[in-house]
């Protein structure tokens, strides 16, 4: 008997849980599969290659993107300014695509550049930031990867994911990451959403040498509404 009741209650828990995260696929879904043989690179990747995803969901505002498991090479940068450290994240993480890794293998850069934010909500201007830049590794380098020789970078698995995805243009700077953040964090409030608080991405495409029609986004972390299971 209390098994039963148990049995029913997990049944009832695993149904809120999941109705959660029913998620209907859309046109973009069944465009951009995340298989290996069917993905179709977005073009917003140029002519690079790029991690693979699948979205989830489609607004006008918004994004829903689950982002495959996958090895990405990261490094660290502590500094007052983000386009500061910008660079010289990436100066480091070029250097391990261009042969700076253990076995001086060359591979082809891959796009976003990943900068990650920490967004501490109280906590005032502190003078110094902690960043965090990423780049996937290409397909043929996620197994036997060739490890960085600068203790700098390190290869990190990075689980699959899932995230909210804002689109916007121009230069990635301190002040547009910062608005383009809140305001994707703005509207997934009207819209009822659930998100990470703590950190956001700033998904930066294109190289400081194309000046038009640049492609950016800000991730924020995806969270099923809490409200939703907490009432069953
Ligand atoms: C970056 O910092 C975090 C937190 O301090 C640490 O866990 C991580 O290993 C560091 N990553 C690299 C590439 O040094």
């Known amino acids: ?8 209650l997990a049944c009832c828990l695993a149904q809120a849980a999941h109705a959660v995260r029913v998620i209907k696929p859309t046109a973009d879904e069944l465009a951009i599969d995340h298989t290996a ?12 290659d790029c ?16 982002y495959d498991a996958a090895k990405w090479v990261v490094t660290n940068v502590t500094g007052s300014k983000f386009e500061i450290a910008y660079t010289k994240g990436v100066s480091k993480l ?42 996937w590794l290409p397909e043929q380098f996620q197994t036997d990867t060739p490890q960085p020789t600068d203790s700098d970078v390190k290869v990190v698995d990075f689980p699959k994911t899932t995230v909210y995805v804002r689109v916007f243009g121009g ?16 509207m997934l409030d009207e819209d009822g959403r659930d998100y990470g608080e703590d950190v956001a991405w700033a998904a930066v495409y294109d190289p400081p ?23 069953s």
């Open 94 to 135: 070029l250097k391990y695509f261009k042969g700076t890794n253990d076995k001086e293998e060359k591979m082809d850069i891959t796009t976003p550049t990943l900068a990650e934010v920490k967004l501490s909500k109280q906590g005032g201007e502190s003078k110094d930031k902690d960043y965090s830049f990423s780049l």
């Open 209 to 231: 040498q194309k000046l038009l029609r640049r492609h950016n986004e800000i991730h924020v972390p995806y969270a099923a509404k809490k409200s939703v299971v907490q009432d």
């Open 51 to 66: 991690p693979r995803f699948t979205t989830k969901e489609h607004t006008d505002n918004w994004d829903v993107r689950e």
């Open 37 to 48: 043989e069917k993905w179709k690179r977005p073009d917003f990747c140029g002519k690079m």
């Open 171 to 186: 230069f990635a700077t301190e002040g547009t990451v910062m608005t383009e953040t809140r305001s994707l964090q703005d």
């Open 1 to 8: 008997m209390r098994l039963t009741c148990l049995l029913l």
